[in-house]
T-cell receptor, first 115, second 112 residues
Framework: GAVVSQHPSRVICKSGTSVKIECRSL??????MFWYRQFPKQSLMLMAT?????????EQGVEKDKFLINHASLTLSTLTVTSAHPEDSSFYIC???????????FGSGTRLTVV | KQEVTQIPAALSVPEGENLVLNCSFT??????LQWFRQDPGKGLTSLLL?????REQTSGRLNASLDKSSGRSTLYIAASQPGDSATYLC???????????FGQGTELSVKP
């Protein structure tokens, strides 16, 4: 089945630094990937839609300069949290849909802690 | 506005019990509906996918139904086990390749 790999699973960084999270589709090509953020005990909040070869589409209220998305190839999308602050600490998850599969496959998530 | 709602937010049952999780959606023109399982601190695992033309899907002890006219989907878990304890999320898709609309999830606890 379709597999989406997300790395790293956990990261701790100092306030003011930037962190990059990778999302890879391992056995299929994904022209579109989705990035979500999840707070404790809450559902997933869509942050942006990553489009291969073009600019990402951000949801209302999400700072595009804060959360940089790059989708340079059909199998890799990256989310960079720039100048991270403690309030950016959260669980970030990516997803993609394999052609013909119908459903969406999710990565294992990244727990970001900014200290 | 397209919204998905899950009730209850939390559910605790004894092992062996059959249970039903509910999901409702405001716009009946869905493309498909997907049920996921999420363990604490983990990503989402797809359980069942129901296309708009289907009424139900089954996988092992799980059965998901879809009633577009009433805007409802249910996930039936037979003979629940402690290993079924997790948060269950339903998500509606309205356009192929579009974004999923998630419910808030139901946190299930199955007691031994």
């Amino acid at each position: 089945g379709a597999v989406v790999s997300q790395h790293p699973s956990r990261v701790i960084c100092k306030s003011g630094t930037s962190v990059k999270i990778e999302c890879r589709s391992l056995d299929f090509q994904a022209t579109t990937m989705f990035w979500y953020r999840q707070f404790p005990k809450q559902s997933l909040m869509l942050m942006a839609t990553s489009n291969e070869g073009s600019k990402a589409t951000y949801e209302q209220g999400v700072e595009k300069d804060k959360f940089l998305i790059n989708h340079a190839s059909l199998t890799l999308s990256t989310l960079t949290v720039t100048s991270a602050h403690p309030e950016d600490s959260s669980f970030y998850i990516c997803s993609a849909r394999a052609p013909g599969a119908g459903g969406y496959t999710f990565g294992s998530g990244t727990r970001l802690t900014v200290v | 506005k397209q919204e998905v709602t899950q009730i209850p937010a939390a559910l605790s049952v004894p092992e062996g019990e059959n249970l039903v999780l509910n999901c409702s959606f405001t716009d009946s023109a869905i493309y498909n509906l997907q049920w996921f399982r999420q363990d604490p601190g983990k990503g989402l695992t797809s359980l069942l996918l129901i296309q708009s033309s289907q009424r139900e899907q089954t996988s092992g002890r799980l059965n998901a139904s879809l009633d577009k006219s009433s805007g409802r989907s249910t996930l039936y878990i037979a003979a629940s086990q402690p290993g079924d304890s997790a948060t269950y999320l339903c998500a509606a898709l309205y356009n192929q390749g579009g974004k999923l609309i998630f419910g808030q999830g139901t946190e299930l606890s199955v007691k031994p």
